[in-house]
């Protein structure tokens, strides 16, 4: 059974800093690509960043220079570096493991709420 526990959300000023993990258990980690949504209040949940087994990455325009998303395949975690947050980074972040093309899998975990203020 796959599940996914996301951590490290919390409270922070703008401009400040966090850093998001997920821990990924009953699948093969390391060969799937993993990534990082996030549902703000009102809106639709939303891709934010994903990492490919071979560690290719790629971003949402919103985050680009600001979040790294990188991955500990021997840990079986996936992490969400997010610097110079801004208010609407506020939201609740998820992690995921992709399927295949646009299809991820469909047991998601309870997030983690990161809530930045201005």
């Known amino acids: 059974q796959v599940q996914l526990v996301e951590s490290g959300g919390g409270l922070v000023q703008a401009g400040g800093a966090l850093r998001l993990s997920c821990a990924a258990s009953g699948i093969m980690f390391s060969i799937f690509t993993m990534g990082w949504f996030r549902r703000a209040p009102g809106k639709e949940r939303e891709l934010v960043a994903t990492i490919a087994s071979s560690g290719r990455t790629n971003y949402a325009d919103f985050v680009k220079g600001r979040f790294t998303i990188f991955r500990d395949n021997a840990k079986e975690l996936v992490f969400l570096q997010m610097n110079n947050l801004k208010p609407e980074d506020t939201a609740v972040y998820y992690c995921?493991?992709?399927?295949?093309?646009?299809?991820?899998?469909?047991?998601w975990g309870q997030g983690t709420q990161v809530t930045v203020s201005s």
């Open positions: 995921n493991i992709n399927m295949g093309g646009s299809i991820w899998q469909s047991d």
